[in-house]
């Protein structure tokens, strides 16, 4: 017995130094490998981690598939990721990027993480990608946890990735604005245009120009300015839609006869105004209006635009309300409801009840119970001069009446993105600007809001003002009590 115990530490000894014999030319060895895989291959197998990584990379650069199996079968995760992405079979390449994820190779690990359907391996992998440093597997985590609404937690790992990547600079700007950190947002937005993301200029732009600034003066002039429209401003997302709004405002020909103007935005931080998505549980976006009231609006504003974040788009009397995602043509569709313009697809059946009657005066319709009754109903259309081609309308169908359109095709009344106009909506739609006394201006509702608050001094100036514009000519038989000035 103590025969072959000696034999075995002869042997174990003599591989030992066998092995410590060939770890002296490891050097050489890598020297040679140079021009000769097999030189590196044979210093791996005596235990260099240098070789290894020295062979992989000889494999991929000669685009060697059998230097990097051999790679990626002596433990070297990069060949792994390399042999997955050669391979078109799903099945196979999902098994290699699994090994190379398994052996740490962070690439590997964020492809992993795309690759995987359960949202807790999703992280898993993202989170051991990300924190080697790994950029693409940074932003793809804080992507990620802004979509699973954790935003502390998104900010975290962008503040990581902004340095080095402008697009991510610009998404922290807007997450910290967002949540009130101002001026670190305006220096991560310097840092993004600073590094060639346009965008970020522009809001900086818009920010020294107009963030907690009264609104004053003209962004859109036009004839005499019926309608001056003062734009209300709730996030900088809301203020790149209101530059955009008003380009295409400035723009668009259709409208160049119509005596509306778009005045400069007063923006606002969000919590000065308290606005929802559901207000009054009415499933459509809306603000307290007796806030609107107090801010520091144009003196000469009539009817306000409010751009919030998120809530379905309406006009309620002079004020309209738009979320982020609203494009021009829904603008131009709410436009069109402050001067009386009807929606012309199927109401539903509580609002075609205050809608389909009689004596409804919305220019782009007529209401009948029976066909017979058109004729009497056209007046108002005949005095335009304008041709048109009559159509039912869908307006009333959860109605018993009938609506009737001056137009047989599409128009921006039924589908906001139809650009359609007919002549005589137009010609409609300017005369009822002429006519004041049809249009309800912001301050009748400011009046009705500090009316049901209880406070009567503030709802009769306000009810004053709105009969000073309704009714100019009568000025002088009213008396503004008091100048109106924000808080």
Partial sequence: ?????????????????????????????????????ASLFRAVNVGSDEALSALSEYAQQN??????????????????????????????????????????????????????????????????????????????????????EQPEQAEAWLEKAAPRDANSALLLAKLEWRIGKY??????????RDNGVAAAGDYLTWINRYWQRKGNGLAVARNQCVIRLQPVVMSLENMQQMAQLSQSFKQDERLESLPICLLEPVWVKPK???????WQSHRRLGCDVRQLSRL?????????????PRGKANVHNGIMYLDQGDTYSVFVHELAHFA???????????MAEMVCHPYSDAPNLVFVTEAEELPEKLDGWRQTGE????????????HQMQAYKGSDRLTFMEYHDQAYIPPLYMALWKQRLENRAELLPAFVNFAQAWEAAGNTELATQWRQRANLYQFPALADSFQVDSVLSPL
């Fill in 1 to 37: 017995m103590l025969k072959y115990l000696r034999l075995l530490i002869i042997a174990v000894g003599g591989a030992c130094l066998s092995v410590a014999s060939q770890q002296q030319y490891i050097p050489i060895m890598l020297k040679q490998g140079e021009s000769d895989p």
């Fill in 183 to 192: 001026k670190q947002a305006k220096s991560w937005l310097s840092h993004a």
């Fill in 340 to 350: 009386g313009f009807v929606d012309e697809y199927p109401l539903s059946t509580d």
């Fill in 387 to 398: 041709v048109w081609s009559m159509a039912k309308a869908r307006t009333c169908n959860n």
């Fill in 296 to 308: 520091p609006l144009a003196e000469d504003f009539t009817h306000l635009m409010v751009l919030a």
């Fill in 272 to 278: 000065q105004v308290k606005c929802d998505e559901n």
């Fill in 63 to 148: 685009q060697d598939p059998y230097w990097l199996r051999q790679a990626a079968q002596l433990g070297d995760a990069r060949s792994y990721y390399r042999l997955a992405l050669n391979e078109t079979e799903e099945a196979p390449h999902k098994r290699l990027m699994a090994k190379a994820a398994l052996g740490g190779f962070a690439a590997a690990q964020h492809e992993m993480a795309l690759l995987s359907d359960s949202a807790e391996n999703k992280r898993r992998w993202l989170e051991l990608a990300a924190e080697q440093d790994y950029l693409p597997a940074i932003i793809s985590l804080y992507q990620w946890l802004l979509i699973e």
